[in-house]
């Protein structure tokens, strides 16, 4: 097989990749707001106020997923691929146990 044949190949497998992430990734943030939603006007928070909850809970995950990409990509090149499967595992642990 030529070098071009593989390389559009794994083009396509990145797309496919991108595409199959952001549609999981819109599924775990539309069932993690509505149940951490739900947990905040169960807590009795207002319900003007009670969509913000998961917003601030999301948001700080991402952000710290963030920082441990970044981290594990620049000053610890060694540890990137545990800390870039912890980073997108855990989360996806939390929002699973949320929504239960």
Do not use: N, Y
Not at 33 to 50: C, E, K, V, Y
Not at 56 to 75: N, P, Q
């Amino acid at each position: 097989m030529t070098s071009t044949g593989t390389r559009q190949k794994v083009g396509w497998v990145a797309v496919v990749g991108i595409i199959g992430t952001i549609a999981l990734a819109a599924g775990a943030f539309s069932l993690s707001f509505t149940s951490l939603m739900h947990l905040a006007l169960r807590s009795g928070i207002d319900p003007s106020q009670a969509w913000e909850w998961p917003l601030i809970v999301d948001g700080m995950i991402i952000v710290a997923s963030e920082v441990t990409l970044v981290l594990a990509c620049f000053l610890w090149p060694v540890q990137g691929l545990w800390a870039m499967t912890s980073a997108e595992v855990l989360p996806g642990i939390r929002r699973a146990a949320s929504s239960m």
